[in-house]
């Protein structure tokens, strides 16, 4: 089985920063792409950025300039570093995770969760 912490989600004031993270555990071989959605109630989940196993990455157009995904593959960990934080980016963000795991058999796996709320 593999699991999938996500972490530092939280309250910040608009133009503020908070940094996110999904570390991935459990029986896995490799982990190829991983990826950060939101989701606000009520509508899809929409994704926000995605970071393939070299490092190549993709955004949203409206988190360019302003999100930047990473990853640590020596932790099996994706981050979400969000700056200059809009009240619009309030969401639940979840962390996205495409794998081998030690059967060798490809899966795909999402966190729990966490709340991003940004107001004054």
């Known amino acids: 089985q593999v699991q999938l912490v996500e972490s530092g989600g939280g309250l910040v004031q608009p133009g503020g920063s908070l940094r996110l993270s999904c570390a991935a555990s459990g029986s896995i071989f490799s982990i190829d792409d991983m990826a950060w959605y939101r989701q606000v109630p009520g509508e899809e989940r929409e994704l926000v950025a995605t970071i393939t196993r070299g490092s190549t990455t993709t955004y949203a157009d409206a988190v360019k300039g302003r999100f930047t995904i990473s990853r640590d593959n020596a932790k099996n960990t994706v981050y979400l570093q969000m700056n200059s934080l809009k009240s619009e980016d309030t969401a639940v963000y979840y962390c996205?995770?495409?794998?081998?795991?030690?059967?060798?058999?490809?899966?795909?796996?999402w966190g729990q969760g966490t709340q991003v709320t940004v107001s004054s």
């Open positions: 996205n995770v495409h794998l081998w795991n030690t059967r060798i058999v490809r899966q795909n796996y």
